[in-house]
């Protein structure tokens, strides 16, 4: 299985809602990652879980936590968000944390399509 | 900010052989050049990686001269559905992990 899944593919929610979302997989990669991307922009990192410790968190504000239940589960808690968060949600995983090993490939998920209102 | 450069956009026809160029004139020893394709509403997938000279995989080559301050990426005999985003980083140097902003490959029938 060399997938990466992520729900829900669509979120729409208001400023006050609280949400999550989440992704999964099961390669046995000990490294996962959380992106945002808008539109016609290249993916921003956002944060880094290497051995189900948070490793990077890019100044990603507090309105966004993220959750490393297990080595197949990542989830992004939403809190408080504005409009302008509004983008796509990407979520990776890898053997090891790229950035520190060469053959460190990537395999990301088909993303949620986040709406604030 | 991004340690890379490309251009933004490139038209090709069908059964041409493309060539995206990427410059990195800041790359460090440990960096790896490595590309990703994206395609619209999905994320992105690794393409090819390499250090230095030449690889070559079943959908790609990369050429990397001998001062690695830049790199090319080959895609032999594009199809409509190589139409899509194409991402150069650097992975290795650091523990940063910034996509370039990417080039636009549009293939006309």
């Known amino acids: 299985d060399t997938e990466v899944t992520q729900t829900p593919k669509h979120l729409v929610m208001g400023m006050t809602n609280k949400k999550s979302l989440k992704c999964e997989q099961h390669m046995g990669h000990r490294a996962m990652y959380w992106y945002k991307q808008k539109a016609k922009k290249p993916p921003e990192l956002m944060f880094v879980?290497?051995?189900?410790?948070?490793?990077i968190n890019e100044s990603v504000p507090s309105r966004f936590s993220p959750e490393c239940p297990n080595s197949s589960l990542l989830n992004l808690h939403l809190h408080a968000l504005q409009p302008e968060d509004s983008a796509l949600y990407l979520c990776?995983?890898?053997?090891?944390?790229?950035?520190?090993?060469?053959?460190?490939?990537?395999?990301f998920g088909p993303g949620t399509r986040l709406t604030v209102l | 900010l991004a340690k890379t450069t490309q251009p933004i956009s490139m038209d090709s026809y069908e059964g041409q052989e493309v060539n995206i160029t990427c410059s990195h004139n800041?790359?460090?020893?440990?960096?790896?050049i490595t590309w990703y394709q994206q395609f619209p509403s999905q994320g992105p997938r690794f393409i090819i990686q390499?250090?230095?000279t030449k690889v070559t995989n079943e959908v790609a080559s990369l050429f990397i001269p001998a001062d690695r301050k830049s790199s090319t990426l080959s895609l032999p005999r594009v199809s409509l559905s190589d139409t899509a985003v194409y991402y150069c980083l650097l992975l290795g140097g650091d523990d940063k992990i910034i996509f370039g902003k990417g080039t636009r490959l549009h293939i006309l029938p």
């Open positions: 879980y290497s051995y189900e410790k948070l490793s």
């Open positions: 390499g250090y230095k």
């Open positions: 800041n790359i460090a020893t440990n960096d790896y």
């Open positions: 990776a995983s890898s053997q090891d944390q790229a950035g520190l090993a060469s053959s460190n490939e990537q395999f």
